[in-house]
């Protein structure tokens, strides 16, 4: 079943209470721990990146083309560009990131023959939040946080104190409990999200969340690597005619 955004709301809404979260200035931050508990339960040891993640070129009219704003994973002469938008707080998305993505690295990020970009479009305030933290991690830690962030999406988005346990996986990645709360509180990174959400919804026409363009060609909702594999060999053999 794809995720409308819907499947979590209910769960959402207590943590939205507890969390508290207000928008300032057009930046979203909150009261004392308004993140706390987000990492529950063993401490997680961040994965290696898979690749380099690449520069990005101007901007461009294609909401398809390769942004400023994006962290490209692979090479940049990969010919076929996977584009997934996503929501931290979407289920589906979870089980996308760590069922399906793992293998699509693994045979075609890695092999140069794709680049994979992960789009915000957040459903809720906390992916928002958590969006934004993952965005101030340096380039080549992104991915790996991104990851470390839906393994423990359940823990996240039922703990009672996210911001806490935001702090201690990001702490894994360099960052300390004072760049965490700057990165909740920034204007800018806010802006960039809800910029993401708009163009997903008002350009693309996206309502669900997972949505992957591969070289244009849209998969809707949660795939099974098998069925994406399908998606990009028929992309890729379609770049080597050419």
């Known amino acids: ?64 083309d390769i942004m400023p704003t994006d962290r490209v994973l692979g090479s940049m002469m990969a010919p076929v560009t996977m584009i997934e938008y996503a929501s931290m707080t979407c289920s589906h998305c979870a089980d996308f990131t760590t069922k399906t993505m793992p293998e699509v690295k693994k045979n075609w990020v890695d092999t140069g023959k794709v680049k994979y970009v992960l789009r915000d479009l957040a459903w809720d305030n906390l992916a928002v939040g958590m969006a934004k933290v993952a965005r101030c991690a340096p380039a080549e830690q992104y991915y790996p946080l991104v990851d470390a962030l839906f393994a423990n999406q359940m823990n996240i988005v039922t703990n009672n104190d996210p911001l806490k346990e935001i702090k201690r996986v990001a702490a894994t990645f360099g960052m300390d409990d004072a760049k965490v709360e700057a990165c909740v509180k920034d204007a800018d990174l806010h802006a960039q999200v809800e910029a993401s959400k708009k163009t997903a919804m008002e350009v693309l026409g996206i309502r669900g969340t997972p949505s992957t363009f591969i070289n244009g060609v849209k998969v809707d909702g949660f795939a099974s690597y098998d069925e994406v594999k399908q998606v990009l060999e028929a992309q890729y053999a379609a770049t080597q005619a050419k």
């Open 1 to 64: 079943m794809k995720h409308k955004g819907m499947d979590m709301m209910k769960r959402m809404t207590v943590v939205t209470m507890l969390v508290g979260i207000a928008v300032v200035g057009g930046a979203a931050w909150a009261a004392d721990g308004w993140l706390g508990g987000l990492f529950g339960g063993k401490k997680e040891t961040p994965a290696a990146p898979v690749a380099q993640v690449a520069a990005a070129p101007a901007e461009t009219d294609n909401a398809l």
